[in-house]
């Protein structure tokens, strides 16, 4: 049985920082055209492509930084509660891991 009895705080951060940039332009992808395109008003006339390219670029930037706060929020708060409940605990099969090197 192994235990995670620490995470570095920064390095979760800039971890899930990049997930959610991925996460952001993932939806960007989608929600863009919708953007792009929907109605604007008395007129509707669409908000146009300039629209999309800036939800391409406002999207993964802005759930890149609230990835990296909330990704060290919480690694700094699993840190606080560890020392309370003992840690997460996995178990690993390093049988079924490949050799490397003669064997």
């Known amino acids: 049985m192994l ?3 620490r995470i570095k705080v920064l390095r979760c951060g800039i971890v899930s920082g990049v997930l959610y940039a991925f996460g952001g332009l993932f939806e ?3 929600m863009g055209p919708m953007m792009a395109w929907a109605p604007s008003g008395p007129g509707f006339f669409g908000h146009g492509p300039l ?3 800036g939800v391409l670029v406002l ?14 929020i919480m690694a ?6 560890v020392g ?5 605990q996995f178990e690993v ?5 490949p050799q490397i090197g003669p064997a």
């Not at 309370?84 to 997460?88: A, N, S």
């Not at 099969?93 to 891991?97: C, F, H, N, T």
């Open 84 to 88: 309370w409940t003992g840690g997460l």
């Open 51 to 53: 629209v999309f390219v």
């Open 3 to 5: 235990e995670i009895r």
């Open 93 to 97: 099969d390093l049988s079924s891991e």
């Open 76 to 81: 700094a708060l699993y840190n606080l509660v």
């Open 59 to 72: 999207f993964p930037l802005l759930f890149a930084v609230i990835g990296f706060i909330s990704g060290v």
């Open 28 to 30: 960007a992808l989608f």
